[in-house]
């Protein structure tokens, strides 16, 4: 499967949401593709490099697909875009176009079942539900109710303020209860730099 990629200096997670303002031609013209053929394009975090430009030097090989859900043309005159996050993806091969837009060859990464929160989720429920009422989380409009182990995961995963190297690793992990136990101890290593 071929899709373009869209490098950023942020990690978007299955079923979250991201709102991008679109300049460059190379992207006006890959939204304008994707909107016409009902496709999307794929979030790659950055990790060497600048978000405008060239192309960066380095990004993520594991990615999140992007879905536009809605566009306007904002107070600027610039693209504003909506974007829900879909699939996760691994970077088999890049290829850079003449545009300087880089077009990969992805494989789908396995999405088990959703899986019943648990007893034990009961505390990262509850930060989700306090992150939610946070008004810049708020003006996402992500319906923040976990439906599941897998989408709690996501949403705190994407919401929280841990590193991007950190969310790359999360949105690597397969199983929703692993993702959940990474995150904990990510939070505890957080609590730890508070308080210390």
Not at 80 to 87: A, F, K, S
Not at 91 to 105: H, K, S, Y
Not at 135 to 140: F, G, K, Q, R, T
Request: proline share 5%; net charge negative.
């Amino acid at each position: 499967m071929n899709m373009p990629l869209f490098p950023l200096n942020t990690v978007l997670f299955p079923g979250c949401i991201l709102d991008l303002q679109i300049f460059e031609a190379r992207y006006l013209d890959m939204i304008g593709r994707c909107m016409k053929q009902g496709g999307g394009f794929g979030v790659v975090c950055i990790l060497d490099g600048d978000e405008v430009g060239i192309a960066p030097a380095g990004y993520a090989l594991v990615g999140c697909e992007a879905l536009i859900t809605d566009f306007k043309t904002q107070d600027n005159g610039l693209l504003g875009i909506r974007v829900q996050g879909g699939r996760r993806f691994n970077v088999l091969r890049t290829e850079l176009q003449r545009d300087q837009l880089i077009v990969a060859e992805v494989e789908w990464l396995d999405e088990g079942p959703e899986q019943p929160l648990q007893d034990e989720d009961a505390d990262l429920v509850a930060l989700l539900k306090a992150l939610a009422e946070h008004p810049m989380v708020e003006a996402l409009n992500m319906g923040t109710e976990a439906t599941g182990q897998q989408s709690l995961a996501n949403q705190l995963a994407y919401l929280l303020p841990f590193a991007e190297l950190d969310k790359i690793d999360l949105l690597q992990l397969d199983d929703p209860q692993q993702r959940l136990d990474a995150i904990q101890a990510l939070l505890d290593e957080l609590q730890g730099e508070l308080f210390a």
